[in-house]
């Protein structure tokens, strides 16, 4: 998955991980208080995998408020 620009992105989330890009995402108030939104586009490979039945798998690097990374998966007992 790889992010796409969002429309009114008003925060860039930065990266301290080499090789995972920057996240620009908009802060908005919903129902459950502040929000962060951000959007993301499968690869062709991965839309396959998705049309196939796979999942998305979000992937949370470091232990703070991390840069994120979401990735499409064959099946959901696929740890990595």
């Given at each position: 998955m790889k992010p796409t620009s969002i429309p009114y992105a008003n925060r860039t989330l930065r990266s301290q991980v080499e090789?995972?890009?920057d996240l620009q995402a908009r802060?908005?108030?919903g129902v459950f208080?502040?929000?962060l939104q951000?959007?993301?586009s499968p690869s062709a490979e991965?839309?396959?995998c998705l049309n196939a039945g796979g999942v998305i798998r979000l992937h949370i690097i470091g232990e703070a408020h991390p840069a994120v990374m979401?990735?499409?998966v064959n099946?959901?007992?696929e740890m990595n």
């Open positions: 090789g995972i890009e802060l908005i108030t208080g502040p929000q951000s959007d993301w991965e839309l396959k979401l990735t499409a099946t959901i007992s």
